[in-house]
């Protein structure tokens, strides 16, 4: 990756990773809080965080900052599939592994 593209790129980038982790972070809460009720239509998906997040005081804002946050990530998704190098590994002819 050129440096100009690394400069702008890795912090879009690294932001997008921290929302990830931060919405998983949540819906993992949600099946936390569903196994400990044993109640197994309790536990949420994405879909539950975000209305979790929109009922907050401050719920759009907040809506703005973790969909630009999931932008970002979806950059950079986009990113290492276009820069990522996938070797095959060495001694084969790249179609087949040998177990």
């Given at each position: 990756?050129?440096?100009?593209?690394?400069?702008?790129?890795?912090?879009?980038?690294?932001?997008?990773?921290?929302?990830?982790?931060?919405?998983f972070m949540?819906?993992?809460?949600?099946?936390?809080?569903?196994?400990?009720?044993?109640?197994?239509?309790?536990?949420?998906?994405?879909?539950?965080?975000?209305?979790?997040?929109?009922?907050?005081?401050?719920?759009?804002?907040?809506?703005?900052?973790?969909?630009?946050?999931?932008?970002?990530?979806?950059?950079?998704?986009?990113?290492?599939?276009?820069?990522?190098?996938?070797?095959?590994?060495?001694?084969t002819d790249?179609?087949?592994?040998?177990?």
């Amino acid at each position: 990756m050129a440096p100009e593209t690394r400069r702008w790129a890795y912090p879009i980038c690294r932001f997008g990773l921290m929302i990830r982790g931060l919405v998983f972070m949540i819906v993992g809460t949600f099946f936390i809080i569903a196994a400990y009720r044993v109640n197994p239509n309790e536990a949420g998906g994405i879909a539950e965080v975000f209305d979790t997040f929109r009922k907050q005081p401050f719920g759009t804002p907040l809506m703005v900052f973790v969909s630009v946050g999931l932008f970002a990530f979806g950059a950079y998704s986009i990113l290492e599939a276009f820069y990522r190098r996938v070797n095959p590994p060495s001694g084969t002819d790249g179609l087949t592994m040998k177990l």
